[in-house]
């Protein structure tokens, strides 16, 4: 390939040294920050000594952070798919993965946790900021939230993992 073309495919792609596209990196990566936070998040409420119910405020405020984050990175995410990258396959033909269809499969994983994840999340948020007090405590709501809370919080994780193992079976190996 000549210099120029190389150019202008290498900046089609995103940061990362991988085939990803710059907004498949982004999400890729913040999947590692976003994770972390959540699972602090939840110890934080969890562990709280009785006296601690600020920590729930805390909760609260870090939850719906990232929430906020959650939505614009898939928003943008969408907005590259559908707009800008297009198609990922032509970036994940190189894949030793491709021809036998691994990555297809990968990808169907990934989705059934990553289309009712958001729903979960909005669903446990819409519920949260009706029922319980403000600021934020403990209430009569609160064990249906924390079944709730677990499941939505166990259904983002799986979507972070399978969306990894998607990540790298398409656009780094
Ligand atoms: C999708 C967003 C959220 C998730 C995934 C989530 C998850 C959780 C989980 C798993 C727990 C229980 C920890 C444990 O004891 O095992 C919890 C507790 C709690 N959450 Fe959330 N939460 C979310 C949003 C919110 C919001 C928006 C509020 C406030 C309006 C809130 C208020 C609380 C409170 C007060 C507790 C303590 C309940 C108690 O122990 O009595 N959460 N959350």
Redesign the pocket.
Known sequence: MGLLAQAASTQLHGFLPTRGSWMLDFVFTAMFAIIPV?GF??YW??Y?KPNE?YK??W??RL??T??AVLLVAVAAFEIDLQLVTKDWRPLAEASPFYASKIVDYSLWIHLCFAVPTPL??IF??VQ??R??P?P????QY??R??I???L??AA?LMTAVTGWCFYWLAFVS
């Open positions: 959540m998040s939840i409420v969890k709280r119910t729930c405020e909760h609260k939850q719906l990232l929430a979960l999340w446990v948020i949260a900021l029922r319980f403000k934020a405590a403990p209430c609160s064990a939230h924390v709730w809370g677990r939505a919080a983002m």
